[in-house]
């Protein structure tokens, strides 16, 4: 079963990606739905993010929104963080492997943002990365509710530059010529990758 690694900068279109192969049929691991989950009522990071950073749990579930700016900007807190949240997701990934194995899939997609940062992009066989033109990146991004620009300029900060993923991707599948054209990508990505079966 291969498996390939699906990255890319904040608004470029990676969600909308992840879907595309999920419609093809291809089993997708969303690396952020899990950490949502986990965070969530009765999730299992609730307990012990809540006693590394005091006052984030409310009503049962972690605030994101208080957690992120209690780490944004902080690298030794931030690692802190990610050395609770990363073995539990890597617990869930697991079950996610073990389900796509039964059913059968010859390949599933990996959802990751922080790919290249986290150095998971060594456990995957193919990296693909979710790209677009930096002007309509910071369009589709500045649309969302509550976002800034400095809020933007600080979550770009703690991702690899759009230039150097496109160069060490695989494939990269262009978000800014339309849902159509990153369709076919899509297709031509699975066909290759079906075709090199190792």
Do not use: C, W
Not at 24 to 36: F, L, N, Q, S, T
Not at 100 to 118: I, K
Not at 158 to 179: C, F, I, P, S, W
Request: no cysteine; proline share 5%; aromatic share 4%.
């Amino acid at each position: 079963m291969k498996v390939i690694g699906l990255t890319g900068s904040i608004g470029m279109g990676k969600s909308t990606t992840a879907s595309m192969f999920r419609e093809a049929g291809i089993p997708v691991y969303d690396a952020d739905a899990a950490v949502h989950d986990l965070y969530d009522e009765g999730g299992a990071a609730v307990g012990p993010v809540g006693e590394a950073f005091p006052g984030v749990v409310k009503d049962g579930r972690i605030d994101r929104e208080e957690l992120r700016q209690r780490v944004l900007g902080k690298p030794e807190e931030l690692k802190r963080l990610n050395a609770i949240v990363h073995p539990l997701v890597g617990q869930d990934r697991i079950g996610f492997f073990e389900g796509a194995r039964q059913a059968g899939a010859d390949m599933v997609v990996l959802d990751v943002p922080l790919l290249f940062e986290t150095g998971g992009h060594a456990n995957v066989h193919a990296v693909v990365v979710v790209s677009a033109p930096p002007e309509m990146q910071r369009e589709r991004v500045l649309a969302r509710p509550g976002m800034t620009p400095d809020r933007l300029d600080a979550i770009l900060e703690q991702q690899m530059a759009d230039a150097e993923k496109r160069a060490r991707a695989h494939y990269v599948v262009d978000t800014g010529r339309g849902l159509d054209a990153a369709r076919k990508q899509v297709a031509a990505i699975i066909a290759d990758l079906r075709t090199n079966q190792e």
